[in-house]
């Protein structure tokens, strides 16, 4: 338990470096490998501003709380046969449990500064990050089917024989579409969108806005070893070692999840809004009927 | 108490780690004209802090409804292979039942902007 | 602290930039220069960028925008007439050794400090309020009640000036708005935007300017599924469809203050910069001419 | 090391439950109401509960985020800009919660309450399921009406949209021909041949 807590905290900082170089590849600026940490020391260095009449606390907070969420989010996630961090029967559930907690998390970081740009990233981010969780918990529960279990682990073991991307063809593809809510990223990034100036960063500057995107880039780490988990069969595979594996289907999720983000176009809100419930949700019925009729076979 | 402890390890961990970054650097008092709020040169009339208009209220409120019923569906994943065609038809029916109240939904509007 | 600094001086200069007459091509022509970085909003810059001269109708709203950069700041100013006595000038095509002159300096506020409203030591708490929702706390009133154009529920209407440097809006335009949550329920022209010369409407600039407000890059609009995400009815898909094939847009706005409210704010956003700068400079023009 | 962790988690439940009402922020209001709630769900994972206690925290993490955004729509004055009192009948509710928490403890600490340890790996979350799918699938199903009830009173009663228009303009279906006069029941006292009602609608 310890030394899976251990081995993750080591992991994540490099993880997160790699997270901002897929960010970095193809916007032509050069620097791809020092680019991200200078400009993220340069931030360091730059004040905090202070707005009219904050919420001192809630402000200061936000940055840790989401930090935080992907570690624990991170923790359910087996790294080897018998390495995990949290090994809870309910895995999956906590893993839900931090998704809401995002959406709380965002809220709370647009709320904060009492300005109206980040207030209303806030306000939208809640508008579309909470259908978009109903469709993880869809598909989450159809990885759950085969392994007869909520637990992480289980869920992992039961994909020996197949992966659940092969048996649940639809389940990534929708899974990812919540990575890309809850990292705030391309078309689900209703907080921190170009149209609103940053959104719900927009009045955060250096170490605040430095942080911000430091638990930002985690949460992607954290989603793609949770995507790699439940649907890439984490650690298992041939002749290389558990771990090596789980972080090479970990870095194979960030770049898809950062290449998806810079495909598709984000949609006015409202409209997004309706295409999640109409469109995305129906869809997860359908993958978690499939997955049902599947494993019954 | 193993299964919760590493989470609450890793919550203090990472807010502690947070709020000590973002205390270490340059601590500046603002002046008034840097602390307003940006609108691009523009200046607001009030706070923006306000009784927000939501567009969205009536999807929070199916929202909750559905994230009620994903409470049922968890333990019904853990025992669906035992239960087989019983969980499947039940859950189907449970499913279907919810299907209509999106098509009310949809069919009032409630998923666009009121 | 010496390894961040070490660190910190090769980092690209964050930039905001004010686009001014005819700045909308020098600004964009930054945006893949590497050693600088165009930012959104002035909290994350270090360096103030004027490309293009800017009224001095402005200066105000130009000096509350550069107090927004957090301290130490600097400004150059491109191919413009400063407005205040700061900065480094530029007048060739290229300002990047200003910019990093900049990055070292320090300027102070152009503007007074002192609060929006006085508040210190006013009232029963001594923080400006009066009663739930009166006085002045903390500098400002707070928002109050008003009909809605929607739904009928008289929630706080908040009045704001938007603009004229507002990133996701046409260089230039500033809009005195209403707004109840992130619906325009009035909209007004305060300015119109700026001239910008026929490289403002080439089809290239003005659909990296739509796509850039929708996450994507001009690339990923080849595969058309950004019209997709368009609302239908509004002529944004067909505009933005023209510009993708190369083809100018000659269209016109409807006066601003009749087609704003209702909107929401991403489709207003994305509706204005659906339209060339000169057309809808065009637009606003002959509203305040009548 | 566990009683320690629970009464530090029973502490942060109450603590925390107790500034609900002593914040001016409607936003800081709800939030400690949420985290009292995660720390409650946190000891019902001590209590060998884990999918009672990890659910509560998920749905309460939802249903805060919603009351949030209500309590900041309707309530005046949303964020505590000037400050305020949370509580009305202020001698009325101190009694009363002072009852409450009385006869709580008193019922806690007096009542003979079962001593049945669950056995170190017994799978709670899978009786619940056999629970769900045997003995209780009635409550289940009648579950699954309710929310649908639910679902179609809420856009019922708060939904300003409609099928045929805004439900305050008196929203009514177009006609079945081209011109034609609306479709579907009357409005009372709307005049024409179905002016005599026939029993129910």
Redesign the interface.
Known sequence: MIVATLALLLALPPLIWAAAMFDRIG?????IV??P???G??L??????ET??PDRLNRLLAPGWYLALALVGLSVVPLAPGIVATDLSTGLVLWGACEALTVVVVFLHGWSPNA?LPL?GA??YVAIGLPAMLLSMFVLIGAALPAESLSVVEVVEAQRGLWNVVRQPLGLPLFMALGLAITLR??F?YAD??????GT??????PA?ALWQFARASMLVAFSAMAAAAFLGGHLGPVLPGPVWLLLKTLAVMAATVAA???????????MLTFLWVVLLPLSFVSLALVGVEVLE | MTQIAMPIVVTLLAVVFAVAMQRIGPQ?GA????R?P??????????????????YYPMTLLFIAFEMEMMFMYPWAVVYVETGLTALAEMGMFLGILSVGILYGWREGVFR?? | MT???A??R???I?VFAVIGTRGLGLAESLR???GL?L??????A?VLLVAGAVDGA?K??????H??L??PRGTVWWQAEPLFARGEVVTGDDPMPAIRAAASADDP?Q??????HPWQGIGP?G?G???????N?????????AD?I????A??A????????????PPGL?LDLT?????IVSADVASAPFEQGPQGDAPDLCAARM???????PI??R?R??LL???QGSGMRRRLAAWLRGEQVSETPDPLPAALPGL????A??WLASFPPSRLRAACMERHAA | MTDALFLALSALAIWSGWRVFRVDSMVRASFQLMVSFIAVGLIAVLLAAPYIGIATIFMMAVEMMVMALFMV?FM??PAG????VMVHQHRFSVAAGSLAFAGLSAAVLLSDLPVRPVPEGAEVVRDLGHELLGPSMLIFETAGVTLLATMIGAVVLSA??GRYG?S?AGSRPPGLTPGGAPAGRKPEGGGGHHHHHHGGH
Do not use: K
């Open positions: 916007t032509g600026r050069g620097a020092m680019g940490i200078r400009n020391a340069a360091m260095l730059r004040p905090n501003t009219e009449a109206p209303i306000y939208r391309g078309p990034d969108g170009a149209e609103l100036a940053g960063s927009a009045e955060e500057s250096g806005l983000g810079r495909f598709f176009a984000r949609m006015p809100p409202a409209r | 500046t002046t008034w004209p840097q307003a940006f609108l691009g040169g523009g200046q607001p009339e009030t706070h923006a802090w306000q009784r927000f208009h939501v567009r902007w009121q | 390894l961040l600094s660190l910190a090769r980092a690209e964050p893949r220069r590497p970085r930012v959104d909003s002035p909290r994350h270090r402005q105000q709203a130009l000096e509350r925008l107090a927004q957090p301290a506020d503007r007074p400090d002192v609060p929006p708490h923080h309020g009066r009663g739930m929702m009166g006085g706390p903390y500098g400002r009133p707070m928002a109050m009640t809605d929607r739904d009928g529920l929630l706080d908040y009045s704001a000036r938007f603009g004229p440097f507002l990133p996701m809006l500033a707004l109840q949550g992130d619906v796509l850039r407000l929708m996450g994507i890059g990923a609009a595969a599924g950004a995400a368009l609302p929401e704010w991403a489709e956003v994305l | 729509m005046m004055n800009l000037n400050p305020m300003h949209s805004a305050d």
